[in-house]
């Protein structure tokens, strides 16, 4: 089992910055993948970056240049920068660790950290 906690939410005005990080505890592999998404209430749960055991990112085009995705493996942590911030920025964060092995899926979710930019 694993569990992930999500940290760092907050209320920000336009042009602001915030880091949220995510704590992993339990079973993980030394392959796999973290991702963050984000949520609206009564929208469908968006991905936003992801960050592999190998180091390569990825982001959605809306937060690329802004955003920056990052680990600190002695800490079982991952962060997200966020930086210029934008009201549509604003939805809960939810981190996501998704790996596999000996041909399973393991798929967890943190209980999210909401985020707020006023403009």
């Known amino acids: 089992q694993v569990q992930l906690v999500e940290s760092g939410g907050g209320l920000v005005r336009a042009g602001g910055s915030l880091r949220l990080s995510c704590a992993a505890s339990?079973?993980?592999?030394?392959?796999?993948?973290m991702h963050w998404y984000r949520q609206v209430p009564g929208k469908q749960r968006d991905w936003v970056a992801s960050?592999?055991?190998?180091?390569?990112?990825s982001y959605v085009d809306s937060v690329q240049g802004r955003f920056t995705i990052s680990r600190d493996s002695a800490k079982n942590t991952v962060y997200l920068q966020m930086n210029n911030l934008k009201p549509e920025d604003t939805a809960v964060y939810y981190c996501?660790?998704?790996?596999?092995?000996?041909?399973?899926?393991?798929?967890?979710w943190g209980q999210g950290t909401q985020v707020t930019v006023s403009s």
């Open positions: 996501n660790l998704f790996q596999t092995f000996g041909g399973i899926t393991y798929d967890y």
């Open positions: 339990g079973s993980i592999f030394s392959i796999n993948v």
């Open positions: 960050l592999t055991s190998g180091g390569r990112t």
